[in-house]
Structure formats: C-alpha cells, structure tokens
C-alpha cells in the first residue's frame, strides 16, 4: 500500500532553515510528480511546490518562491523541501502528497497524502 | 484571499442533498480540471473527485462533481453525519504556474 512519511519539522528561529523530507513506498516512486501542500493552525490548504517525476520541472506558490526547494531522490524513493529565511507565516503542517497522474508534467489530483509534519517558525 | 472562492460553510440534515461552490476564473476552473479533496478533523485531506466529475474508488457515488465554464460544484446527497468535514476545490493556474485551493467549506450536519 502507498505510504508517505514526512520527518524533519520542528521549532525554528524566524531567518532560520530546516529541510523536510518525504519517505515514498508501495508505489514506482520515478514515475510521479510530487507535491508539497502546508496547512496553517486553523486556516486552509495552501499549495507550495511541485516537482515532475523526473525532476526535470519543478513549480512555486509566489509566498515561497526564492526561500523554499523542492529535490526528490530517485535511488532513495525520497522528496524534500529545503527552507531556508523562514517567517512566522511559514508557520504550518507541511504534507507531502503524490499526484495521481503518471508521467505527467502537473496534474493536481493528490491522490496520496502523508500524515504531516509539523514546522513553527517563532523566537 | 483565495483565488478560488468557496462559500465558508454549508449545512444539512440527515438524508438531505447539499451542495458547494467553487469559483475561479478562466486561467484554473477554466482551463484545467477541477479537484475536490474531503478533510475529516484532525487527518490529512482525502481526494474525493478528480478530473472534475471523477471518483476514485471507495469513494461513494453519493459524491458527485460537475464544471461549468469558470465554476464547479460539489453535491452531496444522502447526507450522513460523518460527512461532517472541511471541503476544498483545487485546481492548477496556468497564470500562476501552480496550484490553488479554494478557502474551504465546514459542512455541518443538523
């Protein structure tokens, strides 16, 4: 079965950086483009960045553009969001989540999604 | 500000039909699928309907999605108690290179 593991979120200093990290199996990881989507206390869904399954493009909501990253390992079935400069309002649950489309260049059906991981972005 | 507007809540009785809006405009609704995803308190959304009117499995057929032109709609008929739960529409902006969610819609059941 498809699971998504994400790791790597805490507490951090606002100017700070952390790198989250999304562990993919039951599925041919290579073969999908994956996203990140975070969730503030309280508020609704935001998109933040996608990736195609070859890495080859790679997308940004306009709030993260020039901050945040988003990698993927192939050979280690693995994603990552690398933030850096970040602001109280990155404050958030940071989901991982597949996209149901092969191949494709970005779909937005999410047909998968980890259980979250939590970053507080506060001094 | 979302760039997708949803209504903030919707509400119903036992074995009523609901349904939930979502407006965009014509660079996401218009010209890109639009998706509906369900999110339960306290759990990670689920995906309820893709590719506009799609459900995927294990998804009941009381859950039904339609598009027209710069707008969607979620139906829900039949409602049951554990349809409590937030609602979002999404879909991919071609203005934006990105992906947009509406702001949610708490359904509650009276």
């Known amino acids: 079965q498809v699971q998504l593991v994400e790791s790597g979120g805490g507490v951090v200093q606002p100017g700070g950086s952390l790198r989250l990290s999304c562990a993919a199996s039951?599925?041919?990881?290579?073969?999908?483009?994956m996203h990140w989507v975070r969730q503030a206390p309280g508020k609704g869904l935001e998109w933040v960045a996608f990736i195609r399954y070859d890495g080859s493009n790679k997308y940004y909501a306009d709030s993260v553009k020039g901050r945040f990253t988003i990698s993927r390992d192939n050979s280690k079935n693995t994603l990552y969001l690398q933030m850096n400069s970040l602001r109280a309002e990155d404050t958030a649950v940071y989901y991982c989540?597949?996209?149901?489309?092969?191949?494709?260049?970005?779909?937005?059906?999410?047909?998968?999604w980890g259980q979250g991981t939590l970053v507080t972005v506060s001094s | 500000q979302s760039v997708l507007t949803q209504p903030p809540s919707a509400s119903g009785t036992p074995g009523q039909r609901v349904t939930i809006s979502c407006s965009g405009s014509?660079?996401?609704?218009?010209?890109?699928?639009v998706y509906w995803y369900q999110q339960l308190p306290g759990t990670a959304p689920k995906l309820l309907i893709y590719r506009n009117n799609q459900r995927p499995s294990g998804v009941p057929d009381r859950f039904s999605g339609s598009k027209s032109g710069t707008s969607a709609s979620l139906a829900i008929s039949g409602l049951r108690s554990e349809d409590e739960a937030d609602y979002y529409c999404a879909a991919w902006d071609d203005s934006l290179s990105g992906g947009v969610f509406g702001g949610g819609t708490k359904l509650t059941v009276l």
């Open positions: 039951g599925f041919t990881f290579s073969s999908y483009g």
């Open positions: 989540a597949k996209d149901g489309l092969p191949y494709g260049d970005h779909g937005f059906g999410l047909d998968y």
């Open positions: 014509s660079s996401n609704i218009g010209s890109n699928y």
